[in-house]
């Protein structure tokens, strides 16, 4: 769709209800759902993003598109980016760790949160199908991060005392 981002502006945690809302569970996969969840991928993409939630364009509903990476001790890769229906986390690890984050919906702003090392997802795919995943390090705290959003939890309400950092310019 030409002009996605327009029609799908993102929205900040100023100006959007729907983020301080439980988003609703999607019943049945039509022609509606796929067709947001392709354009949310690549709403994901045009914003820059490495995850973005439905909520965050609006959509009062159970999605998330997300990436996964591999990372090595040089560098970092993209695998690939999936789009999770109505995911839900189903098992956590005792380990927690700091991630430092930043949000789409909150801008020019990066904190520490914990989040679980690992943890195992299971969602629906576009066509229906049940997955699951475990994931760790840095594609745990994406769907970590995602999966809040679709429960009104902004990851503001998690951050680490003083341990903001501004990404504006002065």
């Given at each position: 769709m030409e002009?996605?981002?327009?029609?799908y502006p993102i929205q900040?945690?100023e100006?959007?209800?729907?983020l301080r809302k439980v988003?609703v569970e999607?019943?049945?996969?039509?022609d509606?759902?796929?067709?947001?969840?392709?354009?949310?991928?690549?709403?994901m993409?045009?914003y820059d993003?490495?995850?973005?939630?439905?909520p965050?364009?609006?959509r009062n509903?159970?999605?998330?598109?997300?990436?996964?990476?591999?990372?090595?001790k040089?560098s970092i890769?993209?695998?690939s980016k999936?789009?999770?229906?109505?995911p839900k986390?189903i098992?956590k690890?005792?380990?927690?760790?700091?991630?430092?984050?930043?949000?789409?919906s909150?801008?020019n702003?990066k904190w520490?949160?914990?989040?679980y090392?690992?943890i195992?997802v299971e969602?629906l795919d576009?066509?229906?199908?049940?997955?699951?995943?475990k994931?760790?390090?840095l594609?745990?705290?994406?769907?970590?991060?995602?999966?809040?959003?679709?429960d009104?939890v902004l990851?503001?309400d998690k951050?680490?005392?003083?341990s903001w950092?501004?990404n504006?310019?002065?």
């Amino acid at each position: 769709m030409e002009n996605l981002q327009k029609f799908y502006p993102i929205q900040t945690w100023e100006n959007n209800p729907i983020l301080r809302k439980v988003s609703v569970e999607i019943k049945n996969i039509d022609d509606d759902i796929k067709e947001f969840g392709e354009e949310l991928i690549e709403l994901m993409q045009l914003y820059d993003g490495a995850w973005l939630a439905a909520p965050q364009v609006w959509r009062n509903i159970r999605m998330i598109a997300t990436t996964q990476w591999k990372e090595t001790k040089n560098s970092i890769k993209l695998l690939s980016k999936i789009l999770m229906i109505n995911p839900k986390i189903i098992e956590k690890s005792k380990d927690i760790v700091v991630s430092e984050e930043a949000c789409l919906s909150i801008p020019n702003f990066k904190w520490k949160v914990k989040r679980y090392k690992y943890i195992v997802v299971e969602y629906l795919d576009l066509d229906g199908k049940l997955k699951k995943k475990k994931l760790k390090d840095l594609d745990a705290f994406i769907v970590q991060h995602e999966y809040d959003h679709l429960d009104w939890v902004l990851f503001i309400d998690k951050i680490i005392k003083n341990s903001w950092k501004s990404n504006v310019k002065s």
